[in-house]
T-cell receptor, first 110, second 113 residues
Framework: GIQVEQSPPDLILQEGANSTLRCNFSDSVNNLQWFHQNPWGQLINLFYIPSGTKQNGRLSATTVATERYSLLYISSSQTTDSGVYFCAGTANFGNEKLTFGTGTRLTIIP | DGGITQSPKYLFRKEGQNVTLSCEQNLNHDAMYWYRQDPGQGLRLIYYSQIVNDFQKGDIAEGYSVSREKKESFPLTVTSAQKNPTAFYLC????????????FGPGTRLLVL
């Protein structure tokens, strides 16, 4: 299966700051998704982004499939953005399972 | 109100006991999944089902069992063979198989007494 590496593992920012989270894959991926897990454990799907760029409010994501990475941008951070951000993807062949990275823990300080 | 529900929110298990975690969805999704999350870790796939009456093992299926008798329900049993069951368990569903966006339930925290 594929390996998924996320960086940085931890990030502490002041409210209002911008941040970039990165996800690297060991092989070509399909079905790339970004999730936010809030402090109570609920996972919310942020983006389904196998390639290209998408934006949703203060969040945007870019996937460069040929170079096997994806970026999540958060602008004007709010305390409610705190939590763990996961990326996940499936290998580009067969019916592979969704493999998750170990996440980036984001803490926004008021 | 459409979504995925999991119950109970917290579950305590005694040594040697089997326990069953419930997962229900009313999204009319064909595929359902069970993941395990340990502290500070990502999610690991236990079992998944792409259609009623069919399911496959994920990466860490040992000590767990599932059934998929109805489209909307995918219960997970943690058996006594699972020696380290303390974890956060998340259920998810998607319209079809792995090439679709997955939606998650609120999770069940299982603790061993």
């Amino acid at each position: 299966g594929i390996q998924v590496e996320q960086s940085p593992p931890d990030l502490i920012l002041q409210e209002g700051a911008n941040s970039t989270l990165r996800c690297n894959f060991s092989d070509s991926v399909n079905n790339l998704q970004w999730f936010h897990q809030n402090p109570w454990g609920q996972l919310i799907n942020l983006f389904y982004i196998p390639s290209g760029t998408k934006q949703n409010g203060r969040l945007s994501a870019t996937t460069v499939a040929t170079e096997r990475y994806s970026l999540l941008y958060i602008s004007s951070s709010q305390t409610t953005d705190s939590g763990v951000y996961f990326c996940a993807g499936t290998a580009n062949f067969g019916n592979e399972k969704l493999t998750f990275g170990t996440g980036t823990r984001l803490t926004i300080i008021p | 109100d459409g979504g995925i529900t999991q119950s109970p929110k917290y579950l305590f298990r005694k040594e040697g006991q089997n326990v069953t975690l419930s997962c229900e969805q009313n999204l009319n999704h064909d595929a359902m999944y069970w993941y395990r999350q340990d502290p500070g870790q990502g999610l690991r796939l236990i079992y998944y089902s792409q259609i009623v009456n069919d399911f496959q093992k994920g990466d860490i299926a040992e000590g767990y069992s599932v059934s998929r008798e109805k489209k909307e329900s995918f219960p997970l049993t943690v058996t006594s063979a699972q020696k380290n069951p303390t974890a956060f368990y998340l259920c998810a569903s998607s319209i079809a198989g792995n090439q679709e966006t997955q939606y998650f339930g609120p999770g069940t925290r299982l603790l061993v007494l």
